[in-house]
């Protein structure tokens, strides 16, 4: 569904990837890990427009999107969960999830997915008229989960979904993302936490200061010698 072939970009002097491929199949759970500054939020970036490559390709289902715009990219059927959630915090719940589906012109399907969002996050119907700035790290990771869901994405990117949420809540917030995965939408998911993030993935890459280290399918990542080293706290 996505290929990515030999990706450099840049920050100005700063190469963030340089020469990265990979692929995530359709209705696959992917992951990306790495330490820290090793590329991984730029990978994302570059997917959905935001830090377009300075060379190589990415295709999705079949189509060149290296140098699309977001909003096209966005209306091709990725959608991006951002690191820190980045709710809009003056907005109400029911207006960031608005914001969601505001390339969509089938205006009944999206009032019936909107309050199927709302079944699925009873904290967020009930919360519907509230602003998203006042809701908790959880409702807001939710909050945020919903507003990428509402475009209807096909693939849906998420960035540190576990990020500064209570353990309890990042449980939570893994099960919803393989529920994703379950119902048909393919993932790409940046994790921070290696382990879970093996665990409960399909395949992964790890990338290490902008360069692919290693892939394979979770399990056998999982019980790789250098992963267990530097990602996963030796033993
Ligand atoms: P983190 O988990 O900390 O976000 P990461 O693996 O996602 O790490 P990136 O955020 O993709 O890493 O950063 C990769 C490299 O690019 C790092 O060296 C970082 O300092 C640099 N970088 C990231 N964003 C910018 C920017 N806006 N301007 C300049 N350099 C940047």
Known sequence: MLEIRNIVCRYG??????GISLTVPQNKLVALIGANG????????SISGLVPPVSG????KGVDITRASPARILSLG??????????FPHMTVAENLAMGSYLRRDRAAVETDLERTFEQFPRLAERRRQVAGTLSGGEQQMLA???????????ILFDEPSLGLAPNIVERTFEII???RDSGTTVLMVEQNAYSALEMCDYAYLLETG????????????S??????????GG
């Open 13 to 18: 002097k700063v190469t963030a990837l340089k």
């Open 38 to 45: 090793a590329g991984k939020s730029t990978t994302l970036r």
């Open 57 to 60: 390709q990415i295709l999705f």
């Open 78 to 87: 990725i959608a991006h969960c951002p690191e820190g959630r980045r709710v």
């Open 145 to 155: 989960i919903g507003r990428a869901m509402m475009s209807r994405p096909s693939l």
């Open 178 to 180: 393989c529920g994703i």
């Open 211 to 222: 360069s692919m280290a290693l892939e394979g399918p979770g399990e056998q990542m999982i």
């Open 224 to 233: 790789n010698p250098h992963v267990r080293e530097a990602y996963l706290g």
